[in-house]
């Protein structure tokens, strides 16, 4: 077997995902994987693409991770428990591949699935795309789109926007290639800015909180990756209904940070995007989730507009805050590193 | 809905895929695809990279045929019947989409599966990434590598080296995004050229040929897409057996071709790779397949090398010939383009 060449890689990678999952892999070195199934499945294929989604210089860890949490986000929102994972991946010459692979075998067995299967290529800049297969838990319930109602309240899994922030952050900072890159001394507001930066690149599935979900008796859920806007409109237009968010209740990214970085946390909150917390019904009257985290943050209404009410009581449309995936994403602008610049001179 | 938007491209094809298929596409537009699945099922990943698998300006309906077709044939190897794809696009502004789903959705009901969701977002060059999950018949069983024994014959579903072939002659001409490109004037053999170019752009996997494997007692069988002598290695390092393969039976790509791009036929057929046939082993005395295109080309051995036997009864190892995908397309040098203009002086 050659160094380097993917036999070699292959053979490892079978020896690798039997050790770290024991469970078979027919489909690691293989032309397909089996698996014997029998009941209710979710499917979600996402990818990550250097220069769109990763930072060129990404510890390798580190994308193998946000693969997989971008993807697990998407079972969460339907109260999925995850299964078995399949990978296509292609990255240039030199890539450490290995460290990629553990760390994506590793976060497999952390949230109780495999690896299974996948393919291997060469290209000039790394892309990753991950398919999960996910069950539905036998006392469960697909979470959907359209269950929610006039007069559900609205409820979201965390905090807005800081992951946008940290994006912003990015910008400023090199990847090293291995862990998470700091933030730069220049800013004042470290620790958020640190967050931040964590938020963007390792964010965290709400699996749990999917599943708590769905244990209940009628809860309509999606993963809002794209901005509150934008995801939200999503949810009321697949259920036929309209929203009003209240921006008082909104947990938004650090407010000393984005006056460093010369950014509007509302704004962030509202679409800034890749929050990966699910945003979600709950009937009138109905408890609290469990999962810590969650917040009430506004109400279904009859009318149809998706609204957000200021302090004063004034209302705007946030239907189209957010990014779309056939665009550019908005805080890639040079913007905040001028902007910093400045206000470090 | 903003033109040219992902909502407006995802609300398309949600009407496209519905229309085409009669089916319901719970994953587009919606965080997951929701399966009821029971039985015994092959899941396969491969992705298509314009500069790696695909040439820059290919037609977007022969990219999209080409990875659905790349994907199937992992399916056939198995001797599985397609039954739902999941697709990861990634393409450049201005990349004509509508026309790649179109073909992707029509050449899945060719097929008779269905596409049940992905994911859009912009690169820039085109990425796609295909998941395939594919049932084994009731009658059927799985074809896998490792049921090869000493004595089996050897078969190959088609002729080989024909695809490496093409993708010589795809090195001499431009695609003009719109069908296949046309083989350049200068070459005599002109309809071997725009066979072998077919032959590397729209490969057809053998399903049909998968099936009729599965309802047999034991067969062992690969997708041969790396080359003859890597694929055949891999067979029979999982069955524990060698292989030797008679040269004289092998049908590989046109000599005339071959001699006008200084390319040898036989070099292209043991390991040039993207055949997209199935390799399979037989029985002693099992009845050839009936479906048309397949040849016996040599047996199964109890030494464990392989090998090939030229008409002068001469062995050779042929174990290596073929490609990696993490090193470079064997065919991708400048040579051909180079050879041809001396021919033509």
């Known amino acids: 077997v050659r160094s ?66 971008v993807n697990l986000s998407d079972l969460a929102a339907m109260g999925a428990r ?3 994972a399949f990978l296509s991946l292609a990255a240039p010459a030199g890539y450490d591949r290995r460290r990629f692979l553990r760390a994506l075998i590793d976060a497999c067995a952390t949230h109780g699935l495999a690896l299974r299967g996948g393919d291997l290529s060469s290209l000039g800049s790394l892309s990753a795309t991950l398919t999960l297969l996910g069950r539905r838990p036998s006392r469960g319930r697909w979470l959907t789109r359209s269950a929610a109602r006039p007069g559900d309240s609205l409820w ?3 905090t807005l926007g800081e992951a946008a922030a940290g994006l912003a952050v990015l910008s400023l900072v090199e990847c090293s290639g291995r862990g998470l890159p700091r933030p730069p001394s220049a800013l004042a507001a470290r620790r958020a800015a640190a967050r931040a930066l964590r938020r963007q690149l390792q964010p965290e599935p709400q699996l749990a909180l999917g599943l708590e979900l769905g244990r209940r008796a009628r809860v309509a859920a999606i993963d809002c990756s794209d901005g509150l806007g934008l995801d939200l409109a999503r949810l009321c237009a ?66 149809p507009s998706v609204l957000a009410r200021d302090a ?33 001179a």
């Open 238 to 303: 697949a259920s036929g209904v309209g929203a009003e968010v209240e921006l008082e209740r909104l947990a938004g990214p650090d407010a000393r940070l984005c006056a460093e970085l010369a950014l509007d946390p509302l704004e962030l909150a509202l679409g800034g995007g890749e929050d990966y917390v699910l945003l979600f019904s709950l009937p009138p009257r109905a408890k609290p989730p469990a999962t810590p985290g969650a917040r009430s943050v506004g109400r279904f209404t009859e009318r």
């Open 312 to 344: 004063r009581g004034r209302h705007f449309d946030i239907s189209e805050r957010g990014f779309d995936h056939l665009r550019r994403r908005p805080a890639e602008s040079a913007a905040p590193r001028q902007l910093l610049r400045t206000a470090g």
């Open 156 to 158: 979201v899994g965390g």
């Open 82 to 84: 995850p299964e078995a």
């Open 4 to 69: 380097g060449s993917e036999r070699e890689l292959v053979e490892w990678l079978r020896r690798e995902a039997d050790a770290g999952i024991g469970d078979d892999c027919a489909g690691i070195g293989d032309d397909c994987a089996l698996l014997t199934l029998a009941g209710d499945y979710a499917v979600t294929v996402d990818a990550q693409h250097e220069g769109v989604h990763l930072p060129a210089g990404l510890d390798p860890r580190l994308a193998a991770r946000r693969l997989l949490a």
